[in-house]
């Protein structure tokens, strides 16, 4: 059986992580990073592909969904190399969102699965 009562307290722990997210939000916009040539150029391509889906994504599994939106990600990432990016040798420093930031680190984090361990 599943305690209820928990599911509530992770409820109220969630709306709590909102709050810090929305004052992280007010505090952080940008931040700097530094990519490999061959990681920028990728996603530079994906925010240059012309791909229009045929009628909207229609029914979707939440992993199709999941893949959509990080493909939607890395293209905005491309988009601000193109506009920004200043480029040294095979590297790009590149000022991105926060938002676009953390998911690229959170596509990282799932992906290493139970290998994932936090830098120190």
């Known amino acids: 059986m599943v305690d209820q009562e928990q599911y509530e307290r992770y409820r109220e722990d969630a709306t709590v992580l909102a709050a810090v997210g929305e004052h992280v939000h007010l505090q952080v ?33 939440r992993e199709q969904s999941e893949l959509r939106d990080q493909a939607g990600t890395l293209a905005l990432i491309g988009l601000a190399i193109s506009e920004s990016g200043r480029w040294d040798d095979d590297e790009v420093t590149v000022d991105l969102h926060v ?22």
């Open 29 to 61: 916009g940008r931040v700097t990073v530094r990519l490999p040539g061959d990681l920028a150029r990728a996603a530079v391509d994906a925010w240059e592909r012309d791909e229009e889906p045929s009628g909207g994504p229609g029914e979707e599994s």
């Open 99 to 120: 938002h676009s930031a953390g998911a690229a680190w959170l596509t990282y984090a799932d992906s290493a699965g139970t290998s994932f361990r936090v830098l120190e």
